[in-house]
């Protein structure tokens, strides 16, 4: 069983800056692309950004364009979001994804809850 851990959700006022971490144990992602999705109360999971074995980017820019930053440490099995600019509207559950592509899915973690106060 591949096992994706998040860490790094938290209580942050709005304005402020969080970075979410997702590592794999024992697992080898390098040539995955990994990314992030988030789940507000009440609503369906989305697409917040995703990158490529070698940096290549995605990012859901409507919502996070310009705040939110993707990265990825192959050599620690770790994928990053650094988030500045916290909104209200961020507030969710935020899980880390292991996939062939940005929204083909194999893995998730269990997530991370980001609260954001206004």
């Known amino acids: 069983q591949v096992q994706l851990v998040e860490s790094g959700g938290g209580l942050v006022q709005a304005g402020g800056s969080l970075r979410l971490s997702c590592a794999a144990p024992g697992r080898t992602f390098s040539s995955a692309v990994m990314g992030w999705f988030r789940q507000a109360p009440g609503k369906e999971r989305e697409f917040v950004a995703c990158i490529n074995w070698s940096g290549g980017r995605s990012y859901d820019t409507d919502s996070v364009k310009g705040r939110f930053t993707i990265s990825r440490d192959n050599a620690k099995n770790t994928v990053y979001l650094q988030m500045t600019s916290l909104k209200s509207d961020d507030t969710a559950v935020y899980y880390c994804?292991?996939?062939?592509?940005?929204?083909?899915?194999?893995?998730w973690g269990k997530g991370t809850l980001v609260t954001v106060s206004s």
């Open positions: 994804a292991a996939g062939s592509t940005c929204l083909r899915v194999d893995y």
